[in-house]
């Protein structure tokens, strides 16, 4: 699988036609794993041609048979657990377990997606007037695109395709070019599947390929995630060429404490949240906000979670936390961490300097007294920092959370169910957690933030996705029975 990757269209691995390549490193040990083509438009332009044409028949497949494939990848994917969550580690970083739920996810959707039959069933009503009946189908589109990041190489691309193409609809998948190999070893037990050529397809690259989707005119539709930035790119060009766009971007997401909350508990599944993935997940907890007299307490159990962590390589059976992506990243944070300080945020555990050879690696660090307003309460930090603050009140706490620009996800811990129901009715971000640390909805619930953590309007996975791959096409019928009905609705008829 070394050397550099293929695209995968109209059911073949084929060459990318351009020359521009990228490394792709294991952030632990810096061994260069392959190299990832930088695909341009000419390439998304075969895979659209490929897609484009597989349409015309994958479309009046039954949805019944649309969705066996699935269960035939379903099994394949469940038998190779364990090699993808390796290959996720050695090109990702995280640890074994966190790759494996990185794949079980993934699993999920295609099993979701299965239910196709059920999901895509539109509505009938008969006699809507005298002898007219209307029924309303979902149809698939055409060709759709997604556009993945690289925190979740296995889970975040199965959260479309499987549900695109399971309404009818053919897909290109331009996946993150720094973690590409688990779409690789996914793509070859795609091919196993007697899906028909062309309906599926992934097409390696990074911006140029992007722009040639956006601006391609034979795609309906895009699905995005990653930093806010390019989400808003995606989803203002995707628009100005007439496509749907849903389009996720990054977050800061606050976490509640309040006093009555089991501590130890309630702690451990905060810290957790904020160093799971490195950080590097878009429903981390980044700033944990102690209520009142649960500061205290807050502060000096992190302290002892925090010290629990051992950083190192993800397949180390003893890691609980890995490196994170890059270089880049890595000196990203620190930068942040620097930030921090200069605006008077106080260092209590100082994970800047791991004893690591090599590789990327951060410890974990933990900032205290941050203030609303600073660049910790305000940036993604996407790595194992967390900041700790204190508010008077509950009331405070959720206008912290509600003045962020960003809003996918918020927690409270707590054993006061009125105080979680005015907190779930106040807050703004749309994917909320009671005594839940990374409260991510599943396969068969809608996924996605607010403001700008999502652009769009209708949510990813679950539901939601048939509403984004398909369109209502309705039609209404009369039939002339001789003697049972009369040529126009009496309630119509002008007397
Ligand atoms: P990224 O924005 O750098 O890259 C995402 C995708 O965009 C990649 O496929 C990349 O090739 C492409 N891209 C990058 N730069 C581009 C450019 N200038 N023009 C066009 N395309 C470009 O994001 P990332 O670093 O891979 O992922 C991390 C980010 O993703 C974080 O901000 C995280 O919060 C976010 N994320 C959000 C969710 C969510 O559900 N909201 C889920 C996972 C990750």
New binding site residues.
């Given amino acids: 699988m070394s050397g550099l990757l293929k695209n995968y269209i109209g059911g073949e691995f084929v060459d990318s036609t351009s020359k521009e390549k990228i490394e792709i490193l294991n952030p632990a040990t810096l061994e260069v794993l392959g190299h990832t083509p930088l695909g341009k438009r000419k390439d998304i332009d075969k895979a659209v041609e490929a897609a484009k044409k597989a349409f015309k028949t994958w479309s009046k497949v039954p949805v019944i048979d649309r969705v066996q494939p699935l269960f035939k990848l379903k099994i394949l994917l469940d038998e190779n657990v364990d090699e993808i969550a390796t290959l996720i580690v050695k090109e990702h970083g995280k640890t074994f377990k966190e790759a494996r739920g990185d794949i079980l996810r993934g699993i999920q959707m295609v099993e979701v997606a299965t239910s196709m039959p059920t999901l895509i069933q539109g509505e009938t009503l008969d006699n809507i007037a005298k002898d007219i009946d209307c029924q309303s189908l979902r149809r698939p589109l055409g060709v759709f695109a997604g556009?993945?990041?690289?925190?979740?190489p296995s889970m975040?691309p199965f959260w479309f395709w499987p549900f695109a193409i399971a309404s009818g609809n053919t897909y290109v998948l331009?996946?993150?070019?720094?973690v590409p190999l688990t779409q690789m070893k996914i793509f070859e037990l795609i091919q196993q599947i007697g899906l028909p050529e062309g309906v599926l397809n992934m097409v390696h690259g990074?911006?140029d390929a992007?722009?040639g989707i956006l601006e391609h005119p034979d795609i309906k539709g895009v699905n995005f995630?990653?930093?806010?930035p390019?989400a808003k790119?995606v989803y203002q060009t995707g628009a100005a060429y007439g496509k749907r766009v849903q389009a996720?971007?990054?977050?800061k997401n606050f976490i509640v404490m309040l006093p009555d909350a089991p501590v130890e508990q309630s702690v451990a599944a905060m810290v957790d949240s904020c160093l799971g993935c490195a950080g590097e997940r878009?429903l981390a907890g980044s700033v944990l906000v102690g209520v009142g007299d649960a500061y205290d307490k807050l502060k000096d159990e992190v302290l002892r979670e925090v010290s629990k962590v051992v950083v190192g390589n993800g397949l180390d059976a003893k890691t609980t936390l890995g490196p994170v992506i890059s270089k880049d990243a890595k000196e990203r944070i620190l930068k942040d961490i620097d930030t921090a300080l200069s605006e008077g945020a106080e260092l209590l555990i100082d994970g800047r300097n791991p004893k690591v050879d090599k590789g990327y690696f951060l410890a974990p660090t933990v900032l205290d007294k941050v203030k609303p307003g600073t660049m910790m309460a305000q940036k993604?930090i996407?790595g194992p920092v967390i900041g700790l603050m204190q508010v008077s009140n509950l009331d405070e706490a959720i206008e912290l959370i509600n003045s962020s620009n960003y809003a996918?996800t918020t927690s409270l811990f707590t054993t006061n169910g009125g105080a979680a129901r005015k907190f779930v009715s106040e807050v703004v971000p749309s994917m909320v957690g009671i005594n839940l640390g990374v409260p991510a909805p599943m396969a068969f619930f809608s996924?996605?933030?607010s403001k700008d953590?999502?652009f769009g309007d209708v949510k990813v996975h679950g539901k939601s996705s048939v509403e984004f791959f398909t369109e209502k096409h309705t039609t209404m019928t009369r039939w002339y029975v001789e003697g049972m009905n009369d040529a126009v609705s009496p309630m119509w008829k002008s007397e």
């Fill in positions: 556009i993945t990041p690289f925190n979740f975040v331009k996946p993150s070019e720094r990074g911006k992007v722009n995630v990653g930093s806010t390019i790119h996720l971007g990054g977050a878009c993604e996407f996918n996924f996605g933030g953590s999502f």
